[in-house]
């Protein structure tokens, strides 16, 4: 190891250019390697997404108490996702006015749901903006929907059903129920003892929707939607997990969500394959460099040879030099990747961060690095070879 060393410290000072181009050689060839495997394995995870993935997380909130699952708490939660989760959401909750958290009768625990539309911005409350896309689906028959002025200032206005709706309930206490929320002689509808003025009516429904900055921070919350505009991550998933879990502990139990992981065997089949087919294009051009090295040291190949030096040393001792420098390159490839690229390439490539494990990297690594060996070894055995036949013509 010692002459193996020295030798480095020779090509150093004799052929610095040409040992720097090796050392690039091997850490340019080791990052592309691993942002490709990061890349095939988003893009393919993006892809199962595209097809069998959910676009909305769904938060049971399960509080025989009451004083758990509250609107304060619910809000809470909301605002502490992250900025990315909450600039691609917004939210879709079902509470129960005080007083009726638990109903026996079935139907009527059906329609007095309330229905409770907002959004994150900033940190506070804010209009759910889906009133387009609700009236083009020609749930809203006539009027507006909410404005973020409305919803942040807590407005008494509602969208109501229309009324002299027929519903059709099958129970005659849910008929009884919804009396309640007819309008006045003025117009104007009542929830939890407030009085609210309409701006539009809907197609269907059952209580009128209510800005939820005007319900009381105590109202029992027991059903959280999370409706993104696009398919949700994994990261994005287990984000909201932790969040919900730490402000709400067991009552909260969010579902399981509907991605299927990857083909594990033909993907990891595909990468090995492309990995390995790098790994010797880079050996290649590792293994010509190289060669120019051994083909300016013919003369001290000649002198070890007098002194003794067979030819299996020989290779074992440039191979030596070729995994100690191939080696440290990959630690510092590995360092420049882990620190520089991959937080920025998690930035654009939300699947790219869950393809490196200790096992992927080992693994990637290992692939490189017997690649590589295999084609110095076998340039090794031809270059050697030849400079020996030489030196004894000489």
Same mark, same amino acid.
């Given at each position: ?10 090509? @150093? ?49 399960? &509080? ?25 959401? #917004?939210? #879709? ?9 638990? @109903? ?13 539309? #907002? ?20 749930? !809203? ?9 409305? @919803? ?46 309409? !701006?539009?009516?809907? &197609?269907?429904?059952?209580?009128? /929707?209510?800005?939820?900055?005007? /319900? ?9 939607? $999370?409706?993104? &505009? ?26 399981? /969500? ?34 120019? $090295?051994? /083909? ?21 001792? #440039? ?68 400079? !020996? ?6």
């Amino acid at each position: 190891m010692r002459y193996v060393v020295l030798n480095i410290k020779n090509h @150093i000072r004799s052929e610095g250019v040409i040992f720097v181009l090796m050392v690039i050689c091997v850490i340019a060839s080791t990052i592309v390697m691993f942002f490709s495997f990061g890349l095939y394995h988003h893009m393919e995870q993006k892809r199962v997404d595209m097809q069998l993935g959910q676009n909305d997380i769904t938060v049971n909130l399960t &509080d025989s108490s009451y004083t758990v699952a509250t609107k304060q708490n619910v809000v809470k939660a909301c605002v502490a996702l992250p900025e990315e989760i909450l600039s691609h959401c #917004y939210f #879709y909750a079902s509470a129960r006015l005080p007083g009726e958290e638990e @109903i026996a009768d079935h139907e009527v625990g059906m329609v007095a749901d309330v229905s409770l539309y #907002y959004s994150v911005h900033n940190g506070k409350i804010t209009v759910a903006d889906i009133g387009d896309e609700l009236k083009r689906q020609k749930y !809203i028959v006539d009027g507006n929907w909410f404005t973020a002025n409305q @919803i942040e200032k807590g407005e008494l206005v509602c969208l109501a059903v229309k009324p002299n709706t027929i519903m059709g309930y099958k129970s005659d206490a849910a008929e009884q129920y919804l009396k309640q929320y007819q309008p006045d002689a003025n117009g104007y509808y009542h929830v939890d003892n407030k009085t609210y003025r309409c !701006i539009g009516h809907l &197609d269907l429904g059952t209580v009128p /929707l209510i800005p939820i900055t005007t /319900l009381e921070d105590s109202v029992y919350v027991y059903n959280v939607m $999370i409706c993104f &505009d696009k398919i949700v991550s994994r990261a994005e998933y287990d984000a909201i997990v932790k969040v919900f879990n730490a402000q709400f502990g067991n009552v909260a139990h969010v579902l399981p /969500l509907a991605i299927p992981d990857l083909d594990g065997t033909k993907f990891y089949t595909t990468l090995i394959i492309i990995c390995t087919l790098m790994a010797l294009l880079s050996g290649v051009v590792l293994a010509m460099l190289y060669e120019y $090295i051994l /083909l300016q040291r013919k003369k001290q190949l000649t002198i070890f040879r007098m002194c003794g030096l067979t030819l299996v040393k020989a290779k074992k001792m #440039y191979l030596m030099e070729c995994m100690l420098v191939t080696f440290l390159s990959l630690v510092v490839a590995m360092i420049i990747f882990g620190c520089g690229i991959l937080p920025w390439a998690e930035n654009i490539y939300e699947y790219i961060g869950e393809s490196y494990t200790w096992v992927s990297c080992i693994i990637l690594c290992a692939i490189y690095f017997i690649g590589t060996m295999v084609v110095l070894s076998g340039m090794l055995q031809i270059t050697l070879k030849g400079n !020996i036949y030489h030196t004894y013509i000489e």
